[in-house]
């Protein structure tokens, strides 16, 4: 029976993750807490690994609980801590002094700053799935988690087939409902993905053919029994979902079932 296996938010939008035990749903139908914050250049642009692939090299570590940030330049001992309410002037600071720019943060509670703003919710990938994109990559020995925080899917789910979450999607204009414990999600569209996953998540190097490799596999093992008309192209992987606003302050739990 197909399960909750592991919870991820990144509380500073394009930063790493934190995996937690459960979430609660925001009244903005979103992961509490999920892309609460996100950096902006001086010209209103995100920061994100996407235009500036020197931000694989910043190491983050939360304590949220306490509102607490751990930040850490890749190969440097120092460890700059910040409080994210209260220092956000410091932090600002930081960033920008490590970019080079102005850096502006800003911050979202109710929804957060998701990457398809036409699906708001919280991201979907079947553990399976994960694991046979990994079997793309043997002969460089790419981890399963170096996969995952490519990916930077936020939801995983356990016991079921590889790519279990593409049956998720209709046509474009349509949603798919389907419940992770007592939460409702509508499933939105396929991921379509960026430069991000081509790179080493702590390095920032650029696997070579990485994306061709991909495309070229995700091709030939995509079902037939799938809708189609969602791959234009077929660089996609994981389920941008939706999350109705009735569900704000539910509860979501590892081992919750998905039906």
């Known amino acids: 029976m197909a399960k909750l296996s592991k919870i991820l938010i990144f509380p500073v939008k394009s930063l790493d993750p934190i995996a937690l035990d459960e979430v609660e749903i925001s009244e903005g139908g979103a992961l509490k807490g999920d892309r609460e914050f996100a950096m902006f250049d001086k010209s209103g642009k995100y920061i994100n690994a996407k235009r500036y692939p020197k931000i694989h090299l910043i190491r983050a570590r939360y304590e949220l609980s306490d509102r607490l940030v751990h930040l850490q330049i890749q190969k440097q001992q120092e460890v700059f801590t910040f409080h994210l309410d209260r220092d956000q002037t410091a932090l600002t600071d930081w960033l920008s002094a490590f970019f080079d720019q102005p850096v502006e943060i800003r911050q979202n509670t109710i929804n957060g700053f998701p990457d398809d703003p036409e699906a708001w919710g919280a991201t979907v990938i079947s553990e399976a799935t994960l694991t046979t994109v990994q079997s793309w990559y043997t002969s460089s020995q790419i981890s399963l988690e170096q996969i995952r925080r490519r990916f930077r899917t936020n939801l995983e789910i356990a016991d079921t087939e590889p790519f279990w979450e ?18 409702q999600f509508l499933g939105a569209n396929p991921c379509q993905r960026c430069p991000v996953p081509t790179r080493d998540p702590f390095t920032g190097q650029v696997y070579p053919e990485f994306q061709k490799i991909f495309t070229r596999q995700r091709e030939a093992t995509l079902s037939t029994n799938i809708e189609r008309s969602r791959f234009n192209h077929f660089y996609r992987l994981a389920l941008n979902t939706r999350i109705p606003l009735t569900e704000a302050g539910k509860i979501l739990r590892i081992g919750d079932i998905a039906i």
């Open 166 to 183: 593409d049956h998720l999607f209709a046509k474009a204009g349509e949603t798919v409902p389907f419940k992770i414990g007592d939460v």
